[in-house]
């Protein structure tokens, strides 16, 4: 007999939105009959209205919010740039409402038909391994560097009702290589260096070590169309049995001549185990107008991002 632990599982990840989310992506992704949508943030610089759109979405969800998210509020140069009267808004706070038990930054959201558990990293995060925005993570979220940025992930991870849990990230972990083509490698000058979170680093390791099963960790943020290069940066890791998986594939909807093409990374989840992953562009007929497999669980090679 079937159960719900090996029916597969489709989930569509939505890479760094910026703005590019249309109501067709709903019916996108009705089409493509996905179980589960994982947004990775940055939906656009402070973009109440873009967030409202998603929060809106009649489909099981969960999402983190991005340093775009937290553009004009989260650091002193973005504070004098804001275009808004922050003494009357509180766009931030806005996003967080808006989304709700969906928003799993510093927490977890449970997926009982699916018999797992999603898990926020640190949200809001610019990446690397320097503490950014310290005013910011105090006020937001009583929180003063790595290691009690860690501890409230670890802790979400530990509150999740399955032990099956999937961790979702605006920026990566730390670990997945230092080159400026890897998940999280850092592509400006200098060139090169691991610009993943350390704090979700540990946390998946922790959470790994307390007998969590970790099939998938998603994230974004750092995209993947090189600034120095005309190779594309690598989507996929695999470790200690997790398939980590970058999915900001930026621009998200592209005109092309007389279509327009939107896209999605599509993990295949069997068992509990990640069996395929693929990049997915859907033409203005919802069709499949090209399909790029980025991991496939039989493959011993695994592909960067379509060029």
């Given amino acids: 007999m079937t159960t719900n632990r090996d029916k597969e599982i489709k989930i569509a990840v939505v890479g760094d939105v910026h703005y590019a989310w249309e109501a067709e992506d709903e019916v996108a992704l009705s089409r493509l009959g996905v179980d589960l949508v994982l947004f990775v943030g940055d939906f656009g610089n ?9 929060a809106s979405l009649d489909i ?12 004009y509020s989260a650091s002193e140069w973005g504070r004098k740039q804001c275009p808004y009267d922050r003494e009357k808004e509180d766009r931030v706070q806005q996003q967080l409402d808006l989304l709700g038990a969906c928003h799993v930054g510093y927490g977890k959201l449970d997926f009982p038909e699916l018999n797992l558990s ?11 391994e320097v503490w950014k925005n310290s005013d910011f993570y105090q006020k937001r979220f009583g929180v003063k560097n790595f290691d009690e940025s860690t501890a409230r992930i670890v802790a979400a991870a530990q509150s999740a009702t399955y032990e099956t849990i999937i961790f979702l990230g605006h920026n990566g972990p730390l670990g997945l290589g230092d080159r400026a083509s890897d998940p999280c490698g850092k592509d400006w000058e200098p060139i090169g260096g691991d610009y993943g979170d350390v704090d979700f680093q540990s946390a998946i390791a922790q959470s790994r070590d307390s007998g969590k099963i970790i099939p998938l960790v998603t994230f974004g943020h750092m995209h993947h169309w090189l600034r120095h290069s005309d190779l ?15 999915a900001a594939s930026v621009p998200r909807i ?8 939107r896209n999605f990374s599509i993990v295949s989840l069997q068992a509990g185990v990640v069996s395929e992953i693929s990049l997915v562009w859907l033409g203005k007929d919802y069709a499949v107008a090209s399909k790029e497999i980025l991991y496939r669980r039989t493959e011993s090679v695994i592909k960067p991002f379509a060029s």
């Fill in 46 to 54: 402070e973009s109440v209205e873009v967030v409202r759109a998603i």
């Fill in 60 to 71: 099981p969800k969960a999402a983190i919010l991005g340093n775009h998210d937290a553009w």
């Fill in 118 to 128: 999603v898990v926020g990293s640190r949200p809001f995060s610019w990446g690397g």
């Fill in 232 to 246: 594309p940066r690598r989507a996929i890791h695999v470790a200690e049995g997790t398939v980590y998986l970058n």
């Fill in 254 to 261: 592209m005109q092309e001549e007389s279509d327009r093409l």
